[in-house]
């Protein structure tokens, strides 16, 4: 399957069958892995990923939900959260490209600061940085999956106070989305993609974008 083709065919799935598809570790791990080759600022990779597996613990992510079956019924959902302390692992990176010798040993101390002051220079960049790297990898996990049989929905609509307490979610990390993973119902109705065309400026041709 080509990536054209991965991105025809995956359609959020509203309805999972539930208890028909049995994702193990292995699989889920491999496509958390396989997605994390998706572009990261800086190399920091500032994600973590909580995988919902088991009855119990998917009827409590169900509840922070706000009762979405769709969470209850699907194989298992991945809580994508975003790190917005990555520049604490700076030093570490650059050391990392200091060895590998695609950065100049007496370039370091300069690029650690740079790194450090884009997440330090407001409360704003660091949202961004810790909700833009990890979507890069929730949307390279739904192609995986599609490219796997695997049937995905992004779940952006939970209560995040309480999905923090029920996952022990420390503050320093946002809740991006849960990815729900499983097998489609077959009495969801095929959803038709919409036409609506995307807005494609070729600026030399205009003054700007109109409001």
Request: hydrophobic share 45%; proline share 6%; net charge neutral.
């Amino acid at each position: 399957m080509t990536v054209f083709e991965a991105l025809r065919r995956r359609l959020s799935t509203r309805q999972f069958e539930p208890d028909t598809m049995l994702l193990s570790r292995e699989q889920i791990e491999g496509l958390i892995r396989d997605a994390c080759l998706s572009p990261s600022e800086f190399d920091l990779n500032p994600w973590v990923f909580i995988i919902v597996r088991d009855r119990e613990r998917k009827e409590v992510l169900y509840q922070c939900c706000y009762r979405q079956q769709l969470v209850r019924d699907a194989s298992a959902s991945v809580i994508i959260l975003g790190d917005t302390r990555g520049h604490l692992r700076a030093g570490e990176a650059v050391r990392s490209w200091v060895g590998q010798g695609t950065v100049a040993a007496q370039d370091a101390p300069r690029l650690e600061a740079s790194i450090r002051s884009a997440y330090e220079g407001s409360e704003w960049a660091r949202i961004l940085l810790a909700v833009r790297n990890p979507s890069f990898v929730a949307m390279s996990m739904m192609l995986l999956a599609t490219e796997r049989g695997i049937a995905t929905c992004p779940v952006v609509a939970f209560a995040e106070d309480a999905l923090r307490r029920a996952f022990h979610i420390p503050a320093r990390y946002i809740p991006v989305l849960v990815l729900a993973l499983g097998m489609p119902s077959t009495a969801q109705p095929q959803p038709v993609r919409s036409d609506t065309p995307a807005a494609v400026i070729f600026h030399e041709d205009m003054e700007g974008v109109e409001p």
